[in-house]
């Protein structure tokens, strides 16, 4: 069993507990007297749409350099510039 203390006044362990899935763990929260006062079903899925999430927003942040990175050269500078010139009767 290993545990961790914190500074909240409890101590986490985890203990090799038979679960219904063999990826699911099974957490229980110690206070400092040993008694286990509550336990929390960790599932193996935990923290996925978390993962989602970061690689879809590192995918945005890398399209958005490439695209300060393409509109500032100058050929798409004055192209762009060009088209709303047009645009306003200029």
């Known amino acids: 069993m290993s545990t961790n203390h914190h500074n909240s006044g409890v101590v986490l362990s985890s203990e090799a507990v038979p ?9 229980y929260v110690h206070n400092f007297d040993g008694q286990r006062s509550s336990a929390v079903n960790l599932s193996a899925e935990e923290g996925i749409a978390t993962a989602e999430f970061s690689i879809v ?3 945005a942040v890398g399209f958005a ?26």
């Open 19 to 27: 679960t219904p899935h063999p990826v699911d763990a099974l957490a």
């Open 57 to 59: 927003t590192l995918a």
């Open 65 to 90: 350099g490439l695209l300060v990175t393409i509109l500032a050269s100058g050929e798409v500078r004055e192209m762009l510039l060009g088209m709303v010139r047009s645009a306003l009767g200029g």
